[in-house]
């Protein structure tokens, strides 16, 4: 198990070094300077452009860039040793001057707890659409599965299909419009996010489709369980069907639906910046939005690697979760 | 007759089913296929939606470009918004921010979402069944390689790649190319490879051990001749499949770049084929939310109805191409 668990978490090397190496080639490739276009559309002479880049260490060759990145690099004016992405150092933002992208990330206001900072928004916004789609999720499944054929069931089949397919965002518009625009029911633009009322909606959109692969994964999980030997018998012994269906069947349809909560809340994390510009969220992935729109290109290379560790982490934990639900599971392949 | 004695109609269909002339495993399928009523319905969305995109020019009521001063985010003829301003009965969904005929850019829309769905698709495939291939019939280093390849592509949050992609390349050559549409397919096809490299390699290790690719063998057939012969045409039905599923991913994922302002640049050459993409209309439409929603709702119920066919015509796919996956999943 230890082994295992050390060979999946050296693993996370190479990944990250790929995707890190893959976003700086593409990002150093575009052309011009981050600078042709300022953000306020103001040019900025050749002179201040030089010393941008020297201030921002661009004047280097590409592999020393990429480097300095990674591991680090002497700052060429004050000649100390600047530590890198090992020391979870994202580089200064291009756009925002003075504030470093971890700083923009995961610092949070002043006097407030680490939830209040972008990341923990986004963390909490994430973690209350997983909560939302398991607890509304697995009881459709199970209802489906117990009625199965009948119309019940094929409701719950209907919106389970059409949440698996349909985009978040496109569900968001529907819902905006419907609630906000035409009946008033809530609020489209809300500044205050200390309001858990407020909470409702983008947790709802960002959950859905999560919710509704939930309900067909139990619901085909449990048809699988309905007809095995060991619930005939526990129906044969006279419990009461409650307990067949909660201790017999539950217990064994949920080990499937485990395996896609890792993968989902990082989903749900790293999905939620479109959800995040359409409801001015402030969390990571409208910081993210901005970024595009600002072609802040260290900001967006700091989020996408962190995104990219958060996705490795989820589905690193979800196959540890995976070895001690399931005994039949051997990790030595 | 039928009417009164069903059961003397069902045993004539069961004979007919007995005593019925051989059919090609394709045409069992797609009988079957047909017998689905919800991929029919599928396939019937999907091609109005064909035909929209194909004959935009002479479908669309109005000239998705021509800008009519004065009539800014009109809403429709039946809308009461919540301004006050007076709809004209000529734009059947109001107009956007330039006074453009919303009904027309949507229906040209359908255009780039077709496009963006299936020749990636296409792409993807072939891709996808090459490799996948020799991966799997040659096996080992080579094997290795490539698999360790699609594990790191995996672990890459493949929507982030496309955005790097689309912002960095933006305005390069490439990026140019066709209002930045080459740049999408490739983006597109480089990461969605991988999951049919799996299924295809997966699909020939195990039929490289059947029997009948031992007899070709056997019989001296060359082995570019057993892969694309012998083994390809039994892996398809999977391939299908995930084709079908692929489009759709597809279509949202353009729509999700376009609504961010890097997908397919608008453009305002008249000659040109792609004019606007949903995505794009949909950023558009925020700035109206009140006074003209259609802009908005309009490009996304595109959307939510195409990619719903294209769910269920895939689901119809795999019950007709392998009737023993029927209801799991």
Known sequence: ?333 | MTTTQPATTNRIAELNDVFRPSRSLGQEAWSRLIRNKASVVGMIIISFFIILAAFASVIAPENPLKINDGMRFLPPPFYKGSTNTQPDQRFLLGTDSLGRDVLSRVIYGARVSMVVGFIPTAIILMLGTVIGMISGYVGGRLDNVLMRLTDVIYAFPDLLFFIIVMVALRDSFLGRLMNGLILLFAALAIVNWVSVARLVRGQVLSLKQKEFVEAARCIGVKDARIMFRHILPNSLGPLIVSAAFSVPGLIITEAILGYLGIGLRPSTDSTAFFITSWGALMLDGQSAINGQPFLLLAPAICVALVVLAFTFLGDGLRDALDPRMRGTQ
């Open chain 1, 1 to 333: 198990m230890t082994t295992y668990l050390i060979r999946r978490l050296f693993w996370l090397i190479p990944v990250l070094l790929t995707v890190s190496a893959v976003t700086f080639i593409i990002m150093r490739s575009a052309p011009g300077s981050p600078w042709d276009t300022d953000a306020d559309r103001r040019q900025v002479d050749a002179l201040t452009q030089k010393s941008l880049e020297a201030y921002y260490g661009l004047d280097k060759p590409m592999w020393r860039q990429f480097v300095g990145y990674v591991i680090g690099d002497w700052n060429s004016q004050t000649d100390k040793f600047v530590c890198g992405l090992v020391c979870g150092n994202l580089g200064p933002s291009y756009r925002q001057r003075g504030r470093s992208v971890q700083d923009i990330l995961f610092a949070a206001p002043e006097n407030q707890t680490f939830w209040q900072s972008r990341f923990g928004y986004s963390v909490r916004l994430g973690l209350s659409a997983l909560v939302f789609a398991i607890f509304i999720g697995i009881p459709i499944g199970i209802i489906a599965a117990l009625k199965q054929n009948t119309i019940t069931d094929y409701i719950a089949l209907f919106f389970a299909t059409s949440g698996i397919s349909v985009p978040s965002f496109v569900l968001a518009i529907f819902l905006i419009i419907i609630f906000g625009s035409w009946l008033h029911w809530v609020d489209i633009i809300v500044d205050d996010w200390t309001q858990v009322k407020y909470w409702l909606m983008p947790t709802l959109v960002l959950g859905f489709g999560t919710m509704a692969f939930t309900a067909r994964l139990t619901r085909s999980a449990m048809l699988e369980v309905l007809r095995q030997d060991y619930i005939r018998t526990a129906r044969a012994k006279g419990l009461a069907e409650r307990v067949v269906v909660l201790r017999h069947m539950l217990k064994n349809a949920l080990i499937p639906v485990i395996t896609i909560l890792g993968p989902a809340l990082a989903g749900l994390v790293t999905g939620s910046f479109i959800i995040e510009t359409m409801f001015s969220f402030p969390g990571m992935g409208r910081a993210y939005v901005q970024s595009i729109g600002q072609r802040d290109y260290s900001m967006i290379m700091g989020t996408t690697v962190v995104y990219a560790l958060l996705v490795a982490v989820a589905n690193l934990s979800v196959d540890v979760i995976y070895v001690f639900i399931d005994p039949r599971i051997r990790l030595e392949e």
